[in-house]
Protein backbone atom coordinates (compact mmCIF):
# COMPACT_ATOMS: atom_id res chain seq x y z
CA UNK A 1 0.00 0.00 0.00
CA UNK A 2 1.28 3.38 -0.95
CA UNK A 3 -0.09 6.84 0.54
CA UNK A 4 2.93 9.02 -1.23
CA UNK A 5 0.44 11.56 -3.21
CA UNK A 6 -2.60 11.19 -0.70
CA UNK A 7 -2.87 12.35 2.83
CA UNK A 8 -3.69 11.27 5.99
CA UNK A 9 -6.68 9.31 6.85
CA UNK A 10 -8.06 12.12 8.32
CA UNK A 11 -9.28 14.28 5.71
CA UNK A 12 -7.56 17.71 7.44
CA UNK A 13 -9.65 19.59 5.26
CA UNK A 14 -13.15 18.72 6.54
CA UNK A 15 -11.57 17.48 10.30
CA UNK A 16 -13.48 14.19 9.02
CA UNK A 17 -12.40 10.60 8.76
CA UNK A 18 -12.11 9.37 5.25
CA UNK A 19 -15.10 6.95 5.97
CA UNK A 20 -17.57 10.11 6.99
CA UNK A 21 -16.72 11.61 3.31
CA UNK A 22 -17.38 8.34 1.86
CA UNK A 23 -20.62 8.80 3.60
CA UNK A 24 -21.19 12.12 1.93
CA UNK A 25 -20.12 10.91 -1.47
CA UNK A 26 -23.02 8.19 -1.42
CA UNK A 27 -25.40 10.58 -0.10
CA UNK A 28 -25.14 12.87 -3.27
CA UNK A 29 -24.40 10.35 -5.35
CA UNK A 30 -28.13 8.68 -5.04
CA UNK A 31 -29.28 11.60 -5.52
CA UNK A 32 -27.78 12.23 -8.72
CA UNK A 33 -28.44 8.90 -10.39
CA UNK A 34 -31.90 8.53 -8.88
CA UNK A 35 -30.53 5.29 -7.75
CA UNK A 36 -32.15 3.72 -4.07
CA UNK A 37 -31.48 4.67 -0.57
CA UNK A 38 -28.23 2.90 0.64
CA UNK A 39 -28.74 -0.05 2.74
CA UNK A 40 -26.75 -0.49 5.73
CA UNK A 41 -24.64 -3.71 5.67
CA UNK A 42 -21.51 -4.90 8.34
CA UNK A 43 -18.99 -4.09 5.84
CA UNK A 44 -20.26 -0.59 4.38
CA UNK A 45 -23.81 -0.39 2.27
CA UNK A 46 -25.21 -1.72 -1.22
CA UNK A 47 -26.74 0.80 -3.38
CA UNK A 48 -29.46 -0.39 -6.11
CA UNK A 49 -28.77 1.58 -9.39
CA UNK A 50 -31.02 -0.37 -12.23
CA UNK A 51 -28.75 0.41 -14.95
CA UNK A 52 -27.74 -1.87 -17.38
CA UNK A 53 -24.45 -1.89 -16.60
CA UNK A 54 -24.76 -1.73 -12.99
CA UNK A 55 -27.41 -3.13 -11.71
CA UNK A 56 -26.54 -2.22 -7.83
CA UNK A 57 -23.31 -1.76 -6.20
CA UNK A 58 -21.79 -2.69 -2.85
CA UNK A 59 -19.84 -0.35 -1.05
CA UNK A 60 -17.35 -1.62 1.41
CA UNK A 61 -15.02 0.71 3.86
CA UNK A 62 -12.19 0.26 6.38
CA UNK A 63 -11.88 -2.99 3.69
CA UNK A 64 -9.47 -6.12 4.60
CA UNK A 65 -9.99 -9.60 3.39
CA UNK A 66 -12.92 -10.66 5.12
CA UNK A 67 -15.17 -7.65 4.65
CA UNK A 68 -14.26 -7.70 0.51
CA UNK A 69 -15.12 -11.72 0.43
CA UNK A 70 -18.42 -11.07 2.04
CA UNK A 71 -19.42 -8.28 0.07
CA UNK A 72 -18.68 -9.99 -3.26
CA UNK A 73 -20.12 -12.92 -1.82
CA UNK A 74 -23.24 -10.84 -1.93
CA UNK A 75 -22.92 -10.14 -5.50
CA UNK A 76 -25.38 -12.51 -7.36
CA UNK A 77 -25.02 -12.11 -11.68
CA UNK A 78 -23.21 -9.65 -14.27
CA UNK A 79 -23.90 -5.84 -13.46
CA UNK A 80 -22.63 -6.10 -9.88
CA UNK A 81 -19.93 -3.83 -8.87
CA UNK A 82 -17.80 -3.36 -6.06
CA UNK A 83 -16.31 0.09 -4.66
CA UNK A 84 -13.60 -0.57 -2.24
CA UNK A 85 -12.08 1.55 -0.01
CA UNK A 86 -9.03 0.86 2.23
CA UNK A 87 -8.49 1.77 6.01
CA UNK A 88 -5.61 3.85 4.90
CA UNK A 89 -5.05 6.46 2.33
CA UNK A 90 -3.90 4.05 -0.89
CA UNK A 91 -3.65 5.00 -4.28
CA UNK A 92 -3.39 1.48 -6.14
CA UNK A 93 -6.20 -0.03 -4.14
CA UNK A 94 -6.77 -2.53 -6.81
CA UNK A 95 -3.28 -4.03 -6.12
CA UNK A 96 -4.51 -5.81 -2.17
CA UNK A 97 -8.40 -6.13 -3.42
CA UNK A 98 -6.83 -8.17 -6.89
CA UNK A 99 -5.64 -10.84 -4.54
CA UNK A 100 -8.98 -10.86 -2.68
CA UNK A 101 -11.55 -11.60 -5.23
CA UNK A 102 -11.79 -14.62 -7.51
CA UNK A 103 -10.93 -14.67 -11.48
CA UNK A 104 -14.45 -13.55 -12.03
CA UNK A 105 -13.92 -10.39 -11.15
CA UNK A 106 -12.09 -7.27 -13.16
CA UNK A 107 -10.97 -3.69 -12.49
CA UNK A 108 -12.37 -0.53 -14.03
CA UNK A 109 -10.10 2.57 -14.60
CA UNK A 110 -8.52 4.29 -10.77
CA UNK A 111 -10.78 6.12 -8.77
CA UNK A 112 -10.03 9.46 -6.42
CA UNK A 113 -12.08 10.69 -3.79
CA UNK A 114 -11.60 14.01 -4.20
CA UNK A 115 -13.28 17.23 -1.89
CA UNK A 116 -13.56 20.96 -1.66
CA UNK A 117 -15.04 23.39 0.42
CA UNK A 118 -17.41 25.52 -1.42
CA UNK A 119 -17.37 29.23 -0.66
CA UNK A 120 -18.77 32.19 -2.87
CA UNK A 121 -17.25 32.52 -6.30
CA UNK A 122 -16.82 35.77 -7.75
CA UNK A 123 -15.75 34.47 -10.80
CA UNK A 124 -19.04 33.88 -13.11
CA UNK A 125 -18.70 30.75 -14.58
CA UNK A 126 -20.07 31.91 -17.94
CA UNK A 127 -17.20 34.29 -18.45
CA UNK A 128 -14.98 32.08 -19.14
CA UNK A 129 -16.91 30.68 -22.25
CA UNK A 130 -15.40 30.47 -26.00
CA UNK A 131 -17.45 33.21 -27.87
CA UNK A 132 -20.74 31.79 -29.10
CA UNK A 133 -21.34 29.25 -26.66
CA UNK A 134 -23.70 29.08 -23.88
CA UNK A 135 -23.94 27.92 -20.63
CA UNK A 136 -27.45 26.66 -19.29
CA UNK A 137 -27.88 25.81 -15.33
CA UNK A 138 -30.88 24.24 -13.97
CA UNK A 139 -31.75 22.54 -10.46
CA UNK A 140 -34.53 19.50 -10.73
CA UNK A 141 -35.25 17.04 -8.31
CA UNK A 142 -32.88 17.17 -6.46
CA UNK A 143 -29.51 18.04 -8.98
CA UNK A 144 -27.96 21.00 -10.26
CA UNK A 145 -27.47 20.60 -13.81
CA UNK A 146 -25.26 22.77 -16.36
CA UNK A 147 -25.29 22.44 -20.33
CA UNK A 148 -22.43 24.16 -22.31
CA UNK A 149 -23.76 24.51 -25.84
CA UNK A 150 -22.04 24.88 -28.90
CA UNK A 151 -22.44 27.73 -31.37
CA UNK A 152 -24.03 25.77 -33.90
CA UNK A 153 -26.51 24.31 -30.86
CA UNK A 154 -25.01 20.59 -30.16
CA UNK A 155 -23.80 19.97 -27.36
CA UNK A 156 -20.16 20.93 -26.33
CA UNK A 157 -20.06 19.92 -22.38
CA UNK A 158 -22.35 18.98 -19.60
CA UNK A 159 -22.33 17.89 -15.83
CA UNK A 160 -24.89 17.41 -13.06
CA UNK A 161 -24.41 17.14 -8.73
CA UNK A 162 -26.36 15.87 -6.62
CA UNK A 163 -27.52 17.46 -3.29
CA UNK A 164 -27.97 16.22 0.21
CA UNK A 165 -28.46 18.68 2.96
CA UNK A 166 -25.12 20.55 2.98
CA UNK A 167 -22.96 18.45 0.88
CA UNK A 168 -23.10 17.84 -2.97
CA UNK A 169 -21.61 15.79 -5.51
CA UNK A 170 -20.91 16.88 -8.56
CA UNK A 171 -20.89 13.79 -11.18
CA UNK A 172 -21.27 12.66 -15.04
CA UNK A 173 -18.83 15.39 -16.05
CA UNK A 174 -18.12 15.27 -19.94
CA UNK A 175 -16.91 17.20 -22.71
CA UNK A 176 -17.38 16.46 -26.21
CA UNK A 177 -14.11 14.86 -28.10
CA UNK A 178 -14.55 18.40 -30.58
CA UNK A 179 -14.56 21.15 -28.15
CA UNK A 180 -12.06 19.73 -25.61
CA UNK A 181 -9.04 22.19 -24.36
CA UNK A 182 -10.82 24.85 -24.42
CA UNK A 183 -11.87 25.11 -20.44
CA UNK A 184 -15.16 23.56 -20.97
CA UNK A 185 -14.70 21.08 -17.84
CA UNK A 186 -13.78 23.96 -15.76
CA UNK A 187 -16.89 26.29 -16.73
CA UNK A 188 -19.36 22.71 -15.62
CA UNK A 189 -17.63 22.69 -12.92
CA UNK A 190 -17.69 26.19 -11.53
CA UNK A 191 -21.48 26.69 -12.28
CA UNK A 192 -22.32 23.27 -10.43
CA UNK A 193 -20.43 24.47 -7.13
CA UNK A 194 -21.56 28.20 -7.42
CA UNK A 195 -25.60 26.65 -7.77
CA UNK A 196 -24.67 24.08 -5.04
CA UNK A 197 -23.91 26.77 -2.76
CA UNK A 198 -26.49 28.66 -3.95
CA UNK A 199 -28.84 26.05 -3.28
CA UNK A 200 -27.22 25.36 0.69
CA UNK A 201 -24.15 23.14 0.34
CA UNK A 202 -21.05 24.30 2.11
CA UNK A 203 -18.90 20.89 0.57
CA UNK A 204 -18.37 18.62 -2.15
CA UNK A 205 -16.99 15.56 -2.52
CA UNK A 206 -16.56 13.52 -5.89
CA UNK A 207 -15.21 10.11 -6.78
CA UNK A 208 -12.47 10.98 -10.12
CA UNK A 209 -10.65 9.50 -12.86
CA UNK A 210 -6.99 10.09 -13.22
CA UNK A 211 -7.67 12.52 -15.76
CA UNK A 212 -10.76 14.34 -13.85
CA UNK A 213 -8.44 14.16 -10.74
CA UNK A 214 -5.80 16.91 -12.68
CA UNK A 215 -8.58 19.51 -13.95
CA UNK A 216 -10.39 19.41 -10.15
CA UNK A 217 -6.74 19.80 -8.44
CA UNK A 218 -6.59 23.28 -10.83
CA UNK A 219 -9.89 24.41 -9.06
CA UNK A 220 -8.90 23.54 -6.02
CA UNK A 221 -10.00 19.78 -5.36
CA UNK A 222 -7.81 17.78 -3.17
CA UNK A 223 -7.72 13.77 -3.53
CA UNK A 224 -8.39 12.07 -0.48
CA UNK A 225 -7.95 8.32 -0.69
CA UNK A 226 -8.19 5.78 -3.69
CA UNK A 227 -10.71 3.63 -4.44
CA UNK A 228 -10.99 0.53 -6.27
CA UNK A 229 -14.18 -0.33 -8.58
CA UNK A 230 -14.77 -3.54 -9.90
CA UNK A 231 -17.37 -5.49 -11.28
CA UNK A 232 -18.19 -9.26 -11.89
CA UNK A 233 -17.96 -10.40 -14.93
CA UNK A 234 -18.86 -14.13 -15.59
CA UNK A 235 -17.34 -16.51 -18.37
CA UNK A 236 -16.95 -14.51 -21.26
CA UNK A 237 -17.93 -11.03 -20.10
CA UNK A 238 -16.05 -7.98 -21.81
CA UNK A 239 -15.24 -4.40 -20.02
CA UNK A 240 -17.97 -1.99 -19.80
CA UNK A 241 -17.83 0.73 -22.60
CA UNK A 242 -18.37 3.10 -19.58
CA UNK A 243 -18.33 2.76 -15.89
CA UNK A 244 -18.86 5.83 -14.11
CA UNK A 245 -17.47 6.42 -10.32
Given at each position: ????????????A???P??????????????????????????????????????????????????????????????????????????????????????SW??????????V???????????????????????????????V?????????????????????????L????????G????????????A?????????????????????????????????????????????????
Amino acid sequence: MTSSSLTSSVDVALGRPVTSVVTDWISGWVVSRGASEPVARPWGWTIDVGQPGQVARHVVVDADEARVREAADRAQVEGWWLKVFLPEPCDEPQRPVGAWLGPSWAFDTAAFLMTVQLEPDAQDAAGALPPDYDLRTWVRGGVVRALVVAPDGSLAARGQAGLAGDVTVPDQILTAPAHQRRGLGSVVMRALQQQAWAAGATRAVLGATPAGRALYETLGWRARTGFASAYLTGAGATVPASAPA
